[in-house]
């Protein structure tokens, strides 16, 4: 098989995935997908670096690289380690969270079309040995199995509907459901997993076909454009069509998903159900981010109990690239599931973002109209 074959939406007929565990992996019978437009994309604009100083490496670098998800500086010791994509549930009863505050990249998306279109998170983190808590895990989805290999990561889940089995038989899909720790903390069962010491180990031993490290699907460095040197800053102050964005507020209406920009620490700090992130296996860490990607996506509604599934893959989508307290229009492509999406201006170039973590929501096309930055 190509392992960079554009795959095909079609749903699977067979039964509900063996790694699922709740009432919430049950599903009908996919209904026909609705047929829905690509919107126009916005009048070019280009973006303009502006890069402070470049600070000189001393040598205290040494026996360490950049890293291809954030481009700071991390352990040699980790080049060829692949990161893994957690999914996260994102439920008001799963609070607080554990272990977020040290994941690299952090997408939040609709994971179902019921319930106010509640999200889940999928997070990437590459040093995950050195996590003693993350999530709770929960069930995994179609789009989360498309844009996992475009890092060549290892999703990390408890189970899916149905939907997910032709996607989980891909040779360029890797992943563990069902097999994490259970911790006791006074809520019902479906709440109580976690990615624990020890149990990454124990699944490498248990799946000896999937590779601890980068595999032939993998391609290769940074993830995104980072800037190039110490200390170089994109501010975006000088772009054409830049605005000021200090406060986003995501059309997620269960959660109420919120970044607000912090121009002591220059990050953007998560929040939803109306309080403030923290992460409760790192000291009540809040969760904030310099790079925020917001993408208009096109999906699919599979049936009645509210599964769907976004055009992960598709071409010249809308979207909004914001860091430093600034924002530019730019859009998205996804040429298939191995390769990562780029991010373009207006002028065609491919954005630049800042070294440190970044947040990516993709958000229904027929809710980006209540998207609200200011």
């Not at 699977?12 to 997908?33: D, H, I, N, Q, R």
């Not at 995994?140 to 149905?162: K, M, Q, S, Y």
């Amino acid at each position: 098989m190509n392992k960079r074959s554009i795959l095909l939406l079609g749903l699977c007929s067979a039964l509900v995935f063996s790694g699922c565990k709740k009432e919430e992996e049950a599903a009908a019978p996919a209904a026909p997908a609705p047929q829905i437009e690509v919107v126009n994309s916005t009048p070019a604009i280009s973006i303009e670096d502006n890069s402070e100083e470049e600070v000189v490496d001393d040598g205290s670098h040494e026996g360490m690289y950049r890293s291809e998800l954030t481009n700071e500086w991390i352990s040699e010791d980790l080049k060829d380690q692949r990161p893994i994509a957690a999914m996260v549930d994102n439920e008001k009863t799963a609070l607080p969270h554990y272990g977020l505050s040290h994941a690299d990249v952090v997408y939040e998306m609709t994971n179902s079309l019921a319930n106010d279109g509640i999200t889940r998170l999928m997070v990437l983190v590459k040093d995950w040995g050195s996590i003693e808590q993350l999530g709770s895990i929960r069930s995994t989805r179609p789009t989360n199995l498309i844009i996992a290999p475009e890092w060549n990561a290892i999703v990390c889940h408890d189970g899916g509907p149905f939907y997910i089995d032709d996607y989980l038989a891909k040779p360029y899909v890797d992943n563990f459901s069902g097999t994490f720790s259970r911790v006791d903390n006074g809520k019902s069962r479906e709440f109580t997993e976690y990615i624990c010491p020890g149990d990454m180990e124990k699944n490498f031993a248990s799946k000896p076909n999937v590779s601890q490290t980068y595999n032939e699907y993998y391609s290769g460095g940074p993830h995104y454009q980072f800037v190039s040197k110490d200390g170089e800053i994109n501010d975006l102050s000088s772009a054409p069509s830049v605005q000021d964005c200090t406060k986003i507020e995501l059309p997620f209406k269960h959660n109420g998903s919120k970044l607000e920009y912090d121009p002591a620490t220059k990050l953007y700090m998560y929040s939803e159900y109306g309080q403030k992130h923290v992460d409760a296996g790192n000291n009540n860490e809040p969760l904030g981010f310099t790079n925020v990607l917001l993408q208009d996506a096109r999906y699919v509604k599979f049936d009645d109990n509210g599964y769907m599934m976004f055009h992960a893959i598709d071409f010249k989508r809308d979207g909004w690239f914001i860091t430093q307290g600034k924002a530019i229009p730019v859009t998205w492509s996804k040429e298939d599931e191995v390769t990562p999406t780029h991010y373009f201006d207006m002028d065609g170039n491919e954005i630049v973002l800042n070294t440190g973590k970044t947040y990516v929501a993709l958000i229904p096309d027929d809710k980006w109209g209540g998207l609200n930055m200011q």
